[in-house]
């Protein structure tokens, strides 16, 4: 027999305009991603113990990120990378791997007072490379043999890098 779901519609809301706001630039230019290093490896299990499928499809993840600032040798501080190091260890009775990650952005500025670009790279750096660190993840354990790795969403907004 057939289920039936209804939904009911709440009725139309009214849009309101909002005044159009014109962005600040920031005077930051994120110019590319660099792959250092993608590692994966599938953990040897005990002889007879295999991983179980996680609850709901997902297991947990323990992250491990180092993230560094370099800028050029010459002081000019029109540029500087950030670079992303990461350990990810999902849980290992789902998914038996070992994960490491090293990327780095590229950022560029024009006219910018060099503390306030460096600001600018370790307080966004991270949450602006972080995204690619999930596709990495995800890519690199597309074909494993226990499942991808799915990395969830996480806030760095409030992290404050150190050097």
Known sequence: MARKKSVKVAEKATAVNAPA????????RFDRVITQLLQFEELTLPDGVLPTPAPGGRTSVQLRLKVAI????????????VFFDSEIFPDPAHQPYKIRVVLGGVFSHVELPQEEFLDFCRRSGPTIMFPYLRAAVSGLTAD????????????????????
């Open 70 to 81: 370099s800028t050029p040798d010459d002081g000019a501080f029109d540029s500087a990378l």
């Open 144 to 163: 494993a043999q226990f499942g991808p790795v799915r990395i969830d969403p996480v806030n760095l907004t409030g992290a404050t890098i150190t050097e």
């Open 21 to 28: 706001v014109e962005p600040r630039p920031v005077g930051v």
